[in-house]
């Protein structure tokens, strides 16, 4: 979906291992994502783990944006044009949880979803409602 290249420079953390790009965005996902769900604002430094979390996930969505947008992209422009939508999304929710104003609940589901989907798993239609 984006760039193996930018994802491995755009977070040093990851494995340098040999791995699929598939396997780098699950990767990523996965652990921006749990650290979302984990952040604890009710604890001393909780929101700034929070904060951090959502600002790695804005980067994460932003270099999303940028593959899809690519000339090269082999998504169909459906897909392009919906994971735009959800970067987006992303940027503006992230903006509105920081102020306190929303719930993360909603970017945790979507970075789920992304998993799923990258892993093959897709919910059942009765999940999906």
Do not use: C
């Not at 904060?51 to 270099?63: D, F, K, S, T």
């Not at 509105?96 to 992304?114: H, T």
């Amino acid at each position: 979906m984006f760039n193996s290249g930018l994802a491995a420079k755009a977070y040093a953390t990851s494995n340098r291992e040999t791995a699929s790009g598939k396997q780098i965005e699950l990767k990523v996902f996965s652990s921006i994502t749990a650290r979302i769900a984990a952040a604890d604002t009710d604890t001393i430094g909780g929101f700034a783990d929070l904060a951090e979390a959502m600002h790695e996930n804005v980067r994460l969505w932003n270099i999303i944006a940028v593959d899809v947008v690519d000339s090269d992209n082999q998504l169909s422009q459906e897909l392009r044009g919906m994971l735009l939508q959800l970067a987006d999304f992303t940027s503006r929710h992230t903006m509105k949880v920081l102020r306190g104003e929303a719930s993360r609940d909603v970017l945790v589901d979507i970075n789920r979803a992304m998993i799923g989907g990258l892993s093959g798993i897709v919910p059942d239609a009765e999940e999906a409602a």
